[in-house]
């Protein structure tokens, strides 16, 4: 099985950046993605980045295009999200999770593993 465990949430003024952590454990050798969702109180889950573990190529939501990268170190089972220029409505539970299926990279329910989520606060 695989655990994965997500780090670097905060509090952020408006325009500030934050970096999300993925760490992945135990069974990792059938990931195939990894991907980011976020969920707002009282909002249903979203999409918010993925990446194809083998190559690299990345996913986002129109949300955060331009603003989100998301990046990966193969010998550190670790994905990353760079969140720049925050906004409020970026305010959410940020979950990371892995999908073993190579499709379905941006629907949540066919994500096999999540994290516990990390909280990401933007101020105005």
């Known amino acids: 099985q695989v655990q994965l465990v997500e780090s670097g949430g905060g509090l952020v003024q408006a325009g500030g950046s934050l970096r999300l952590s993925c760490a992945a454990s135990?069974?990792?050798?059938?990931?195939?993605?990894m991907g980011w969702f976020r969920q707002a109180p009282g909002k249903e889950r979203e999409f918010v980045a993925a990446?194809?573990?083998?190559?690299?190529?990345?996913n986002y939501a129109d949300s955060v295009k331009g603003r989100f990268t998301m990046s990966r170190d193969n010998a550190k089972m670790t994905a990353y999200l760079q969140m720049n220029s925050l906004k409020p409505e970026d305010t959410a539970v940020y979950y990371c999770?892995?999908?073993?299926?190579?499709?379905?990279?941006?629907?949540?329910?066919?994500?096999?593993?999540w994290g516990q989520g990390t909280q990401v606060t933007v101020s105005s």
């Open positions: 990446i194809r573990w083998s190559g690299g190529s990345t």
């Open positions: 135990g069974r990792t050798f059938s990931t195939y993605v």
């Open positions: 999770a892995v999908n073993r299926k190579p499709f379905g990279i941006t629907t949540g329910h066919l994500y096999d593993i």
